[in-house]
T-cell receptor, first 115, second 113 residues
Framework: EPEVTQTPSHQVTQMGQEVILRCVPI?????FYWYRQILGQKVEFLVS????????KSEIFDDQFSVERPDGSNFTLKIRSTKLEDSAMYFC?????????????FGPGTRLLVL | QQQVKQSPQSLIVQKGGISIINCAYE??????FPWYQQFPGKGPALLIA?????SEKKEGRFTISFNKSAKQFSLHIMDSQPGDSATYFC????????????FGTGTQLKVEL
């Protein structure tokens, strides 16, 4: 069964450093998302991406964040200058064409720890 | 108005019992309501979903009941098993926009033998 994959599974970084989180969505999907989950809290939407542009973003997704689909398979989230409060589990998700657009499949996540 | 309120925060059920988790929303623009199951260290996995034109949807032991007028929906897990022990999140999606899911705060379910 196709699945969303994410790398790395864990990332430790120093405050102020840049991090790039990588995702490989399900191959025939066209919609891509990033969510985050601070330990013990709910899953929060960051951004959705379709047709090579951001279709919606949350207030969390400020100028420090950016997303890119550098090639036909990868989808990345960049945090330019990490803060302590960026420590969280980051989930990538993808969904398909019109009829199945709503069904989002989540990856296993990247646990980011900012020291 | 974008919030989805979920209760209870935690739930302990005996094996074979019925687990019931409730969610409520305010925004009438929500048009799709999925439930996700999450095991520790894993990503959320879609369990079952419903649209507001249907009052109930059943898949195996899992049933969603939807009350459009009350703006409430609930997940029922029949014959609960220890393997169902996980965190359950309700969510809602607003029509239009970027297909953003708004999640509830989660319910930690423990099914005891």
């Amino acid at each position: 069964e196709p699945e969303v994959t994410q790398t790395p599974s864990h990332q430790v970084t120093q405050m102020g450093q840049e991090v790039i989180l990588r995702c490989v969505p399900i191959s025939n999907h066209l919609y891509f998302y990033w969510y985050r989950q601070i330990l013990g809290q709910k899953v929060e939407f960051l951004v959705s991406f379709y047709n090579n542009e951001i279709s919606e973003k949350s207030e969390i997704f400020d100028d420090q964040f950016s997303v890119e689909r550098p090639d036909g398979s990868n989808f990345t989230l960049k945090i330019r200058s990490t803060k302590l409060e960026d420590s969280a589990m980051y989930f990538c998700a993808s969904s398909g064409l019109s009829g199945s657009k709503e069904t989002q499949y989540f990856g296993p996540g990247t646990r980011l720890l900012v020291l | 108005q974008q919030q989805v309120k979920q209760s209870p925060q935690s739930l302990i059920v005996q094996k074979g019992g019925i687990s019931i988790i409730n969610c409520a929303y305010e925004n009438t623009a929500f048009d799709y309501f999925p439930w996700y199951q999450q095991f520790p260290g894993k990503g959320p996995a879609l369990l079952i979903a419903i649209r507001p034109d249907v009052s109930e949807k059943k898949e195996g032991r899992f049933t969603i009941s939807f009350n459009k007028s009350a703006k409430q929906f609930s997940l029922h897990i029949m014959d609960s098993q220890p393997g169902d022990s996980a965190t359950y999140f309700c969510a809602a999606r607003k029509t239009g926009g970027g297909n953003k899911l708004t999640f509830g705060t989660g319910t930690q379910l423990k099914v005891e033998l």
